[in-house]
């Protein structure tokens, strides 16, 4: 299902969703940086090991904030650092605004909310895993290989958990709210017990035995996993001198693009001065995904006169942002005439769906505040997005020189990097990304799949997982999950997270496309690619011109067709002189020429009906007589190695040539 009906653009190597899932939990970005696996794919003997627990049944990744351990045993309580061993008894604390993620000895991941209190014990029994004791604040449990039977207690319950995700958070008075995304619990409690399956809810209130309830809509059940950008142009904001130098330190990493610093960096305990610092709290506190209180102070007293009517525009782009987050349907975008609006409005006009809109609010913004970094890393995003990473690269340039420490334009950089084949590179941009911000789930993505690219499949799976926990409910990381599963051969976990992908977001194609090539059933889609670009290749060479560079990671879904991108290659033949291309794509005699675009789209067209490795090129898939439509598969396979022959005189004189032999297949009974 490769073809979707909705206005927008996807890279088949980098798979772009314009949009927000229904349950408003995809990531909003233009996200078209994401790598295709087959451009990625590894020798699957370079694993690199599990971490070492060090005598620790947990670790914890990476602190977000001023996040704390109390030692077994110990009365002092000590900041954590990143990879922290977390052994029996150990407490782990988040203060306001800072969250955490933990990874067990099992390679579940733990991710905490703020002013949680959580302390790892030892399991009751020695083939059971470490017990949770969440003392009060919320977490988040994600596990992806074998069900596991997790014990957990609060101050009212306790119970064991055999199931792979589940949110479990601890009010006052020890109120616990278990909400089962998957699996099944059993709950104990002294005056009576209860059991959940996969979408169940269960409250437990002091003094009363577990009551089955409703469950709330996955956006606002885990609101504090949810990623909200920086829209805010502090040009914009009246602050008062006074203002601006009691919180010096918070404004400056946030003119760097460092979210979590500035947060970290507002005065304790300080309760805003004026309308205007209430919508800069506003939007630290969305940074952190705390909805609830940035809400209390968009909705503080109004300011005096003018400085009302821009308040106003600031607090009303905010509450867009929102909207935008949760897929709360607001009408048609009217953006003020500031730079925050229309910041605001381009992440909301992305939400419906309207992709090049959101590019053009992103270039209103630019221009009209110059020196609003974000909103050149916006820029940056959505052009990429839509293949032009020429105009991509030099919004980033712009982005960083601004605002040097904004970790989704690293995360742009590090997949820009990765599409030119530059792994090393982009693996220290998602590095650097991770450093300023560990929550951000596109930096745990890109870096585990230049993991994998390098070999390092555990890993790169791991960092996966990671990703996929930090936003439950985007489809994407669970494709490249599911994928990864795949490529490990194991087809059952694989089937299960493409599943779930598909349910988070029936219009991302990626899980479709990774399901397809798990069946072995995309031989019509294969057909639709290869005639659309067969027929764009046909333009070019009549024209005199040649791409030089095809491969997955330049093709794109422009309203569910497939176009080439990265134009900036393309070039007349007489003046292809340099050596363009990408390893595993250049025929023996190199690019240049017309039969060395087809040669690439070979390549291309084998990996996406096959699943196989385009180095792997023609090699015929296992049981092929198994597959649906083998008479078509079959066919499509002498295609491709007409394209791919070594010797250039056999392939195909034409890209008309291979056009017609592509119809003839699309026409033929569908044994």
Sequence with gaps: MLAVGRAGAYKVGAMIRPRYSPSGLWRILAAGVLLHFATCRPSLLAQSPPPASASGVAALLQPQGWVEVLPAGGTVWIRAVTNRVLRPGDVLRTSQGSRAIVRLANDSVVRLDEA??????????RDQNPLLHLLKGALYFFHRDQPVRTQFETPLVSGAIRGTEFNLAVADKGRTVLTLLDGEVELRHPQGQLTLATGDQAVVEPGAAPRRSAMLEAANLIQWCLYYPAVLDLAELPLTAGEQQTLHDSLSAYRSGDLPRALEEYPRDRQPASPAEGVYRAALLLSAGQVAQAEQWLASNAAPGNVEARLAELREALRTLIAAVKFQDRGPARPGPHATSLLA?????????????????AQAAAAHSPSFGFAWARVADLEFSFGHTKQALAALEKALQLAPRHAQAHVVQGFVLAGQNKTAQALGQFEQALAIDSALANAWLGRGLCRIRQ??????????????????????????????????????????????????????????????????????????????????????????????????SN?????????????????????????????????????????????????????????????????????????????????????????????????????????????????EPRV
Aim: charged residues 20%.
């Design 455 to 552: 070999g390092h499949v555990r890993a790169g799976r791991d960092d996966l997982l990671v990703a996929a926990a930090l936003e439950p409910n985007r489809a994407l990381p669970r494709s490249y999950l599911g994928k990864a599963f795949q490529e490990v051969n194991d087809a059952a976990r694989a089937a299960r997270e493409l599943q779930l992908a598909q349910r988070l977001d029936p219009q991302d194609p990626t899980a479709w496309l990774y399901s397809a090539l798990l069946n072995q059933q995309p031989i019509n889609e294969c057909l639709q690619i290869g005639l659309s670009l067969t027929s764009a290749l046909e333009f070019l060479h009549q024209h005199g011109l040649i791409h030089r560079d095809i491969k997955p």
């Design 345 to 361: 409005g381009s992440y909301y006009a992305q939400s419906r769906a309207h992709l090049t809109e959101a590019l053009r609010l």
């Design 116 to 125: 949680t209190l959580l302390q790892i014990r030892d399991p009751r029994q």
């Design 555 to 667: 093709i794109i879904f422009v309203s569910g067709l497939p176009k080439l991108a990265d134009i900036g290659l393309v070039a007349a033949v007489e003046e292809a002189k340099s050596f363009v291309g990408t390893v595993g794509y250049i025929p023996p005699e190199g690019p240049g020429t017309p039969q060395a675009d087809l040669y690439s789209l070979g390549k291309v067209l084998y990996e996406v009906c096959t699943g196989l490795a385009c180095e792997r090129c023609p090699e015929l898939p296992g049981q092929l007589e198994t597959v649906p439509r083998p008479n078509q598969l079959r066919g499509l396979l002498d295609v491709v190695s007409k394209a791919c022959d070594s010797d250039l005189h056999q392939r195909y004189p034409s890209a008309q040539a291979m056009h017609l032999d592509l119809l003839r297949l699309l026409g």
